[in-house]
T-cell receptor
Framework: EADIYQTPRYLVIGTGKKITLECSQTMGHDKMYWYQQDPGMELHLIHYSYGVNSTEKGDLSSESTVSRIRTEHFPLTLESARPSHTSQYLC????????????FGDGTRLSIL | GENVEQHPSTLSVQEGDSAVIKCTYSDSASNYFPWYKQELGKGPQLIIDIRSNVGEKKDQRIAVTLNKTAKHFSLHITETQPEDSAVYFCAAFSGSARQLTFGSGTQLTVLP
């Protein structure tokens, strides 16, 4: 079973605050991803990384930023949260060739007041 | 880019019956097609996947079929059980974009 952890699970915070969502995996996977998902809706890729010091933006435009300083850690940061950022954020990782199984964490449900 | 369409959006079946969910994709370069099950409050969990060089794959009660010519793939669940109730997502990996594109999901309800 995949070991990928996201914290916090839930966050309710006021507008303008800086937020960092944490994602860690213990499998040594080189590829990691961030998806945004509104409840019951499809997943949209917002960021991905194919290795340390490598980050790219996904198809869905996002005001968030990411960093990949260590293989196991892929945090997502919002410098100034707004109500439009309210959503669920899912982190995933995969190994090996492109187009392989992605393993997901349980997500962070973010609410901006 | 890739576009994945998934049908139906909701599906209710009686326990013991079969369920079928269908997806179509647009990018002929897509070569990997996973299916995920998402339960309430949890992240998506991979349940089965198929690559473009295979037409069918089965794992116990779950099977996936792929028709590359028609660009569609389907999930088949036999002998459904109440614990199969969840949202199911199909996805397609485009080799050119190097990204997974997800369908819009199917809420499956298995009635006891």
């Amino acid at each position: 079973e995949a070991d990928i952890y996201q914290t916090p699970r839930y966050l309710v915070i006021g507008t303008g605050k800086k937020i960092t969502l944490e994602c860690s995996q213990t499998m040594g996977h080189d590829k990691m991803y961030w998806y945004q998902q509104d409840p019951g809706m499809e997943l949209h890729l917002i960021h991905y990384s194919y290795g340390v010091n490598s980050t790219e933006k996904g198809d869905l435009s996002s005001e968030s930023t990411v960093s990949r300083i260590r293989t196991e850690h892929f945090p997502l940061t919002l410098e100034s949260a707004r109500p439009s950022h309210t959503s669920q954020y899912l982190c995933a990782s995969s190994e090996g060739q492109y187009g392989g199984p992605q393993h997901f964490g349980d997500g962070t449900r973010l609410s901006i007041l | 880019g890739e576009n994945v369409e998934q049908h139906p959006s909701t599906l209710s079946v009686q326990e013991g019956d079969s369920a079928v969910i269908k997806c179509t994709y647009s990018d002929s370069a897509s070569n990997y097609f996973p299916w995920y099950k998402q339960e309430l409050g949890k992240g998506p969990q991979l349940i089965i996947d198929i690559r473009s060089n295979v037409g069918e794959k089965k794992d116990q009660r779950i099977a996936v079929t792929l028709n590359k010519t028609a660009k569609h793939f389907s999930l088949h669940i036999t002998e459904t059980q109440p614990e199969d109730s969840a949202v199911y997502f199909c996805a397609a990996f485009s080799g050119s974009a190097r990204q997974l594109t997800f369908g819009s999901g199917t809420q499956l309800t298995v009635l006891p």
